[in-house]
């Protein structure tokens, strides 16, 4: 078989386990789901569906039950939708990327708030000398800098139109 017809069929399962999961179930455990993706196995006769579970481990551990439980309607399901000579038997599995990365981004907004101080420190003498010299009526920007500034839109512009600077756009 080949990589894009598994591909293919990986994402089938991952879209048709996520819509029955969503929509299909009514099982009172199967709740804050999120369904990553799916590996399906050269002979396609089984398949892994990664999920994210949000929730105490107590949770998560109810969650895996309902949805171990309710694997035979979810085959079915997908038996509709695939139509190959075998359905894959699903075995799910917790992904904990998603909590890694949670707790990684809690532990850097501890650590940012001690940077941040030390930054606004530096950052308000450089802001002070910018106001005083717009209360002053001059220009925060040289007229050099203005200049050079103008001439990198118009470049950026004429690169989004896929032309050179000095060419003309075509006429529409």
């Known amino acids: 078989m080949t990589t894009r017809r598994l591909a293919k069929a990986a994402e089938a399962i991952r879209e048709t386990v996520s819509t029955t999961v969503l929509f299909g179930l009514r099982d009172p455990r199967v709740k804050n789901v999120t369904i990553l993706r799916a590996e399906a196995a050269p002979d396609m006769r089984t398949a892994k569906v990664y999920l994210?579970?949000?929730?105490?481990?107590k949770e998560q551990s109810l969650c895996m039950h309902g949805l171990e439980s309710a694997r035979g309607y979810i085959q079915a399901k997908l038996a509709?939708?695939?139509?190959?000579?075998?359905?894959?038997?699903?075995?799910?599995?917790?992904?904990p990327g998603v909590k890694r990365s949670i707790e990684a981004s809690r532990v850097l907004r501890e650590v940012m708030p001690a940077a941040e101080d030390e930054d606004d420190e530096e950052d308000f003498g450089e802001e002070d000398a910018e106001d005083e010299a717009a209360e002053?009526?001059?220009?925060?920007v040289s007229p050099g800098d203005a200049r050079e500034l103008s001439g990198d839109l118009e470049q950026s512009e004429a690169d989004a139109e896929g032309l050179d600077a000095d060419d003309e756009p075509p006429d529409r």
């Open 136 to 140: 002053d009526g001059e220009s925060a």
């Open 80 to 95: 509709d939708r695939l139509q190959t000579k075998y359905t894959p038997v699903l075995t799910f599995v917790l992904d």
């Open 52 to 57: 994210s579970i949000m929730g105490t481990p």
